[in-house]
């Protein structure tokens, strides 16, 4: 496998690539990325551990030590 390297000589710096526009501004990496996913991964580890519980008919549903645990993993 082949691989182009590109050299530049003193003094040539490579242009910084343009700043991404539009929807991908929120989905690479980054701080506005973690605004929406935060809460977004909050609330499908709540749904899954309140849907398991619900399921297996643990009670109480909301038990605050499991709901940690999940929150911390994902």
Known sequence: ???DVLE???GVHAAAPPA???I????RGGWLR???TT???FGIATGIVI???EGLGYEPLWSLETLITAWTIV
Do not use: C, K, S
């Not at 991908?24 to 989905?27: C, N």
């Open 34 to 36: 973690a605004l929406w």
């Open 20 to 22: 991404p526009r539009g």
């Open 51 to 53: 849907g398991a519980r």
């Open 24 to 27: 991908r501004r929120f989905t």
């Open 39 to 41: 809460p977004l991964a």
């Open 8 to 10: 530049h000589g003193p």
């Open 1 to 3: 496998m082949a691989v």
